[in-house]
């Protein structure tokens, strides 16, 4: 009964533990090479963003806004109150143009769509991410509601599950 007892406490402290501090997860996709790579092992850190909003250039895990039973990871580029554009490639937030020395494009010739994007002004509590593989990431640049067909370029506050932690 007593090994029962432990057992089971070792499970409830892994579920809390998992659900709410922190938990293990791996990259799946090349949309963040070459800062993560494929394979690439990290844990998410659940708590920060209890005390405090992400900040632009932190890397986060966010529920995708277009189906949201899968994960993401992207990079926070534009916060609420910012205003984003991006020409050819090149982007820019409050008119100032981003030193991204993590960005790699696999197609530095071609203008791909997102390549260009007006003014878009960031909501409050929502975030602009891009992936660091800008040709090879679907990010907002690209989501399109599948009911309303409308473009989702934002992820509202609550999307984003925590910030990576490498190790």
Do not use: C
Request: charged share 35%; aromatic share 10%.
């Amino acid at each position: 009964m007593r090994i029962f007892k432990l057992v089971l406490l070792a499970a409830i402290i892994t579920i809390f533990v998992r659900t709410f501090v922190f938990e293990g997860i791996y990259i799946a996709s090349d949309s963040m090479l070459p800062t993560l790579q494929v394979d690439d092992h990290f844990f998410v850190d659940k708590i920060t963003y209890k005390f405090r909003s992400p900040k632009k250039g932190e890397i986060v895990v966010l529920k995708s806004p277009v189906t949201e039973e899968k994960d993401l990871v992207k990079r926070i580029i534009a916060v609420g109150g910012d205003v984003v554009t991006i020409d050819n490639k090149d982007v820019y937030v409050n008119d100032k143009k981003l030193i991204e020395s993590y960005v790699r494009h696999s197609r530095p010739d071609e203008i791909l769509k997102g390549d260009k994007i007006a003014d878009l002004k960031v909501p409050e509590n929502d975030f602009f991410v891009l992936g660091d593989n800008r040709d090879e990431s679907n990010d907002s640049r690209d989501w399109i509601d599948k009911k309303t067909e409308r473009h989702i370029y934002f992820v509202h506050r609550n999307y984003i599950k925590g910030k990576i932690i490498r190790f």
